[in-house]
Nanobody
Framework: VQLQASGGGLVQAGGSLRLSCAAS????????MGWFRQAPGKEREFVAH???????YYADSVNGRFTASRDNAKNTVYLQMNSLKPEDTAVYYC??????????????????WGQGTLVTVSS
């Protein structure tokens, strides 16, 4: 499975961006997806998870501001980011694995990774 993330850019605090992650998988509906981010000088951290059925889970830091979703017909997952803060500045990665895993918030459980897209939020 190959993943291609896009949609990053520069935005002012309070603004919005939508990230996309296109997958090459023929059976994308069985791939569960995660979003992670890595800020400068920090470790990569969990942001959001989308199950095969479209259920979503979020890190506390983004809950209520970010919305993850998927469109299986387009083999794509999205991360809608609203009310962005300077601390949201990071490289955002999409990740995938076949079938669900209880530790979906750990990057080690994902087998496939996109190349990352940079989000910069100015104050």
């Amino acid at each position: 499975v190959q993943l291609q993330a896009s949609g990053g850019g520069l935005v002012q605090a309070g603004g919005s961006l939508r990230l996309s992650c296109a997958a090459s998988a023929q059976t994308f509906s069985t791939v569960v997806m995660g979003w992670f981010r890595q800020a400068p000088g920090k470790e990569r951290e969990f942001v959001a998870h989308v199950t095969a059925g479209g259920n979503t889970y979020y890190a506390d830091s983004v809950n209520g501001r970010f919305t993850a979703s998927r469109d299986n017909a387009k083999n794509t997952v999205y991360l809608q980011m609203n009310s962005l803060k300077p601390e949201d500045t990071a490289v955002y990665y999409c990740a995938g694995r076949r079938y669900s895993h209880p530790y979906y918030y750990l990057e080690s459980v994902y087998n496939y990774w996109g190349q990352g897209t940079l989000v910069t939020v100015s104050s």
